[in-house]
């Protein structure tokens, strides 16, 4: 009697115990699973970093080359104002080229701040976050 209910009891152990086992394996393959997913998701993270910097430095570069040739504009209509004759004709386009900077300026303040944010949210985990950003095409006068 002894003899039939330890081995009663040892099936039913033997039965737990591959239960235990499958699931564990289960397990620790949906665990390998997860971790390749989120190894892939982290760099693909990093990418979508790595590519929003490159744009943000290719938007605010092509901005400060824009600044920079206006100002030289600029300067070049000052240069040629300083005769009193040229002066009165000048002043509207030195008015207008200035105000021409200043926006730029404001843009690149404007795009530089998106960037971040967008380069914030990227790794506070939002997907979907990096649209193409509309730049405004500002004329030169």
Do not use: H
């Amino acid at each position: 009697r002894y003899s039939k209910t330890i081995d009663e009891k040892e099936k039913q152990y033997n039965t737990y115990l591959n239960a235990y086992l499958e699931t564990s394996n289960k397990l620790a393959n949906e665990k390998v699973k997860m971790e390749e997913l989120i190894k892939k998701s982290q760099d693909d993270c990093q990418e979508c970093v790595k590519r929003a910097v490159k744009a943000e430095k290719t938007e605010v570069c092509k901005l400060n080359g824009i600044a920079a040739n206006a100002e030289a504009n600029l300067k070049m209509l000052r240069s040629l104002s300083s005769s009193a004759s040229a002066a009165p004709k000048l002043k509207s386009q030195i008015d207008s080229w200035e105000i021409f900077i200043s926006n730029v300026k404001k843009q690149l303040g404007k795009v530089e701040a998106e960037y971040q944010e967008k380069i914030q949210m990227v790794k506070n985990g939002v997907r979907n976050c990096l649209t193409k950003m509309e730049t405004v095409d500002l004329p030169p006068p």
